[in-house]
């Protein structure tokens, strides 16, 4: 039983009305609300926060549908009818918000509904592939396997996604710090070797100047770059949702030095053992291709797939049909021709995966040791510049001291 706030209107009156109501799922509370004599307008699970920091309190992470997957596979393997097996996982759902949806589930199965179009209700929560391995599992008699390799398929592009952000985390952080230095010695310590020339009644080098001419506009318009970097920021991230903003970051993230072929690597990684498990399902293998171009999540490679599924329509082999693709690395559509000529096209997708998974972690590791280097040079730069500025007048100052 849960609480829901709704907004309605009063049929008689047209007035509007705000109130809860207890009820098992939103379409029970819809129902109770309208014996009540009300239209509904908006009903919401009671503390649904939409702030920021609401989103991420009541966002459904990759480990609560992993395990929502893993125990829904135990539980109707073992026997159970699905919609005890529902009410079992929703009671140990240790999301409050994933347990109100579960209840939604549960309600449109009692109502006649194939789980799998129950689970399309939420596309937020249960992306396609996950809908779809689903429905292939229903319609084949085996869900119990389809949720345990859905459970897997998770668990796997969770792991890879994580290695290629912690991957970022050491040079973003380095960054930060030698940005946050810079910030200081301009205004801190440069206005001290100003205000002591001063006072000598001396004049600065051309460097110190130049460096104390960012000094002053930092600290005198310090809200500009503030709002410069707020308002380019906001920008940019409306601008990264359009659809030409998606095309620009999906291309640098490909193309970009260090990074562009960990992120390909993850793009193949993902379209083969996504593809693997689809068609170890039995899901045919054009809406595998549509399937599968979605949960790349790269609109380039999504497009290479929509134009390979159109060639695999008029007969070609999924092998020739991404033969010679920019967007693949070369090694994909030669395993793939593999698995085609030997019978196993899922298996030899899902060991293609496997070997870019090991690729992924060697890469990383490399970057490391790569990036570190670079950072080393662009740190001595400044370095370079802050020590000439601050100590060539100090420099000066007790050369003129011994010249006298």
């Known amino acids: 039983m849960f609480v829901y706030e709704y907004t309605a209107r009063e049929n008689s009156t047209g007035k509007k009305v705000s109130a809860t109501v207890k009820a098992d799922s939103e379409q029970s ?60 996982v929703q009671e140990q759902a240790g999301s409050k918000t994933l347990q109100a949806i579960v209840s939604q589930i549960i309600a449109d199965v009692e109502a006649g509904q194939a789980l799998n179009k129950a689970l399309s209700h939420h596309p937020k929560v249960f992306n396609q592939v996950f809908v779809s391995l689903v429905a292939a599992g229903e319609s084949s008699g085996t869900l119990d396997n389809a949720l345990e390799r859905l459970s897997d398929q998770l668990e796997k592009d969770a792991e890879v996604a994580g290695k290629v952000k912690g991957a970022m985390i050491y040079p973003a952080i380095v960054l930060f710090v030698i940005f946050g230095v810079i910030i200081f010695m301009l205004t801190t310590v440069l206005p001290q070797v100003e205000l002591l020339y001063k006072d000598l009644d001396q004049q600065l080098p051309f460097l110190t100047n130049a460096m104390l001419f960012f000094s002053r506009a930092l600290i005198n318009y310090w809200y500009v770059f503030i709002a410069v970097i707020a308002g380019g920021g906001y920008f940019l991230a409306r601008y990264f949702r359009t659809e030409g903003g998606r095309e620009v970051i999906d291309r640098l993230k490909m193309s970009v030095p260090l990074f562009g072929q960990i992120f390909m690597k993850m793009y193949m990684t993902r379209f083969t053992r996504t593809g693997g498990t689809l068609m170890q399902t039995g899901v045919p293998m054009l809406e595998m291709m549509r399937i599968t171009g979605d949960s790349v999540n790269n609109v380039h490679i999504k497009r ?64 490391t040791t790569t990036i570190e280097p670079i950072l080393m040079v662009f740190l001595a730069v400044f370095a370079g510049l802050m020590v000439g500025a601050i100590l060539m007048p100090v420099y000066g100052l007790v050369g003129e001291s011994l010249a006298l």
């Open 29 to 88: 509370a819809s129902k109770l609300i309208s014996k009540e004599g009300l239209s509904p307008i908006e009903i919401k699970v009671q503390g649904g926060d939409k702030s920021v920091v609401g989103t991420f309190k009541n966002r459904i992470s990759t480990k609560d549908r992993v395990l929502f997957a893993r125990q829904l596979s135990t539980l109707v393997g073992a026997g159970l009818p699905l919609v005890q097996s529902l009410r079992t």
């Open 304 to 367: 290479s797939t929509d134009k390979a599924a159109d060639k695999v329509k008029t007969g070609k082999a999924l092998s020739d049909a991404l033969s010679g693709d920019l967007n693949f690395l070369p090694l994909v559509p030669q395993m793939i021709r593999i698995g085609e000529q030997s019978g196993s096209l899922d298996a030899m997708m899902i060991k293609t995966a496997i070997y870019y998974e090991g690729e992924l972690d060697r890469e990383i590791k490399g970057l």
